[in-house]
């Protein structure tokens, strides 16, 4: 069963921290992405990738950045974690060219809270 | 005005209803239109997708595209308690690179 596996289901930790957020998918796909989902507020895209070592900004970039070495690793990197990056972490990857009949496959979500 | 709208509910129903979910957008270019469901504590999983306008049916589910209106809806026929998640419209203009849009998402519940 393909599958996008994220390393945490639940982290807590202390406001200034540097958090890692790891991803990974084993269905060889090329596009990678971060999102963060809060209710009231949907899903929202961080960063995203097409190809190892490229990286795009999405709609909310601003106090993350990300990693990508190897096709199959994508990294969110919260650089001094704040109390409002409280929320769902969600990682997805695709296939280029196939979004319309595959979609996104999601990982199960990191609910990371800052204290 | 956002791209993607989508009323969050939540959406209460019996089982055996038959339920309407809808999306509204404002991008033209649109092309490519997928429903996803998402279970309490999971990530989402793609459910139905269609390429520009007309139905598309599979068991209970049916999804339906009107560009002129531009508008989405997914109807789900002899809801179960099974269907009770919440349940997001995405889109795109190509199939490539381009990343979906999603909207905000719908709560549903199905009360047996």
């Given at each position: 069963d393909v599958k996008v596996t994220q390393s945490s289901r639940y982290l807590v930790k202390r406001t200034g921290e540097?958090?890692?957020?790891?991803?990974?998918?084993d269905m060889d796909h090329e596009n990678m992405f971060w999102y963060r989902q809060d209710p009231g507020l949907g899903l929202r895209l961080i960063y995203f990738s097409y190809d190892v070592k490229m990286k795009e900004k999405g709609d909310i970039p601003e106090g993350y950045s990300v990693s990508r070495e190897k096709k199959e690793r994508f990294s969110l990197i919260l650089e001094s974690a704040s109390t409002n990056q409280t929320s769902m972490y969600l990682c997805a990857s695709s296939r280029t060219g196939r979004v319309a009949n595959y979609g996104y496959t999601f990982g199960s979500g990191t609910r990371l809270t800052v204290v | 005005q956002k791209e993607v709208e989508q009323d969050p509910g939540p959406l209460s129903v019996p089982e055996g209803a038959i339920v309407s979910l809808n999306c509204t957008y404002s991008n033209s270019a649109f092309q490519y239109f997928m429903w996803y469901r998402q279970y309490s504590r999971k990530g989402p999983e793609l459910l139905m997708y269609t390429y520009s306008s007309g139905n598309k049916e599979d068991g209970r589910f049916t999804a339906q595209v009107d560009k002129s209106s531009k508008y989405i809806s997914l109807f789900i026929r002899d809801s179960q308690p099974s269907d009770s998640a919440t349940y997001l419209c995405a889109?795109?203009?190509?199939?490539?690179?381009?990343?979906?849009?999603?909207?905000?998402g719908t709560?549903?519940?199905v009360i047996a």
């Open positions: 540097k958090v890692f957020l790891e991803c990974v998918q | 889109m795109t203009p190509d199939s490539g690179n381009t990343p979906l849009v999603f909207g905000k709560r549903l519940s």
